[in-house]
């Protein structure tokens, strides 16, 4: 059974920094393509960053240049450096695994984190 736990969510204020951490279970996460998402109070989830089974890294536009998705293939588990926080980067976080296809939905995912709540305040 897959099993992803995130965990280093907090509350910081504005310009602050935190990381977060997926280590997964179950499943072997260097043969995976793996993400982060987040979701705000009212709206969808929606992507933050992924990375590859290869280590390539791809961002959405919002996040890139603060945000650094990485992986540590001896801990299995994969990270989300979140730096220059913003109040509208508030969210709860979800890390998912098992990616296909484009890996900037929900859709193209298989295996969900319980998520990890982020607060930023200004």
């Known amino acids: 059974q897959v099993q992803l736990v995130e965990s280093g969510g907090g509350s910081v204020q504005a310009g602050g920094s935190l990381r977060l951490s997926c280590a997964a279970s179950?499943?072997?996460?260097?043969?995976?393509?793996s993400g982060w998402f987040r979701q705000a109070p009212g709206k969808e989830r929606e992507f933050v960053a992924t990375i590859t089974w290869s280590g390539g890294t791809y961002y959405a536009d919002s996040v890139k240049g603060r945000f650094t998705i990485s992986r540590d293939n001896a801990k299995n588990t994969v990270y989300l450096q979140m730096n220059s926080l913003k109040p509208e980067d508030t969210a709860v976080y979800y890390c998912?695994?098992?990616?296909?296809?484009?890996?900037?939905?929900?859709?193209?995912?298989?295996?969900w984190g319980q998520g990890t709540q982020v607060t930023v305040s200004s």
């Open positions: 998912a695994g098992g990616g296909s296809g484009r890996l900037i939905s929900t859709q193209e995912y298989a295996y």
């Open positions: 179950g499943r072997t996460l260097i043969r995976d393509d």
